[in-house]
């Protein structure tokens, strides 16, 4: 059975990123740096513009998840913090950063919070998409669920990136359960 992610939500992502941006710091981010919720002991939000950056288990470290395209991270960890995961750039990556405090009052007064609840929505929905691929499968399946997932991902990527770390990063499957 083919497992189909979750729908993106496009508008809410472009109404938060239009309504953050003009009180944001733009960071360009090297490749494999990791970003921590907090900057000088404040709760951030993190726009992320271009490049590809991926969020990881803090526990272990494993991969949960790669995007490509502009997103929002940072509102669980504003209403919830919990330190569950961290932020990492996979490639030269650029990134708005915003105070947690002064977000929260954009969205109250902007009435956006809608929009937030869509998001936050999309990510708990992607959590359950993830789990499906993995969680009580056989190992052929969950082998041949990333690879079709691989196959969705942007040509350059793909070419960058082998199907062993791909699949290990996301699984933690030995390599030879892989091969």
Do not use: C
């Not at 960890?77 to 030269?92: D, S």
């Not at 669920?145 to 350059?156: C, I, R």
């Amino acid at each position: 059975m083919h497992i189909l992610p979750p729908v993106r939500p496009e508008e809410s992502i472009q109404r938060l990123t239009a309504l953050l941006t003009p009180i944001a710091e733009k960071m360009v981010v090297v490749p494999r740096k990791r970003m921590t919720w907090t900057h000088k002991n404040q709760p951030q939000l993190f726009l992320f513009l271009d490049g590809e950056l991926s969020i990881l288990r803090a526990s272990d470290g494993l991969l949960i998840v790669t995007v490509y395209h502009p997103h929002l991270f940072g509102i669980a960890e504003m209403i919830q913090p919990v330190r569950g995961h961290q932020l990492r750039a996979e490639t030269e990556s650029t990134i708005l950063r915003v105070d947690a405090q002064k977000a929260m009052e954009a969205f109250r007064q902007h009435g956006v919070w809608e929009d937030v609840a869509s998001l936050l929505s999309y990510h708990t929905a992607y959590l359950f998409y993830r789990d499906a691929l993995v969680v009580q499968q056989r190992t052929y399946a969950v082998i041949r669920n990333h690879l079709q997932e691989m196959g969705q991902l942007p040509e350059e990527t793909r070419m960058r990136v082998s199907i062993l770390d791909y699949i290990q990063e996301r699984t933690h499957l030995s390599r030879s359960s892989v091969l």
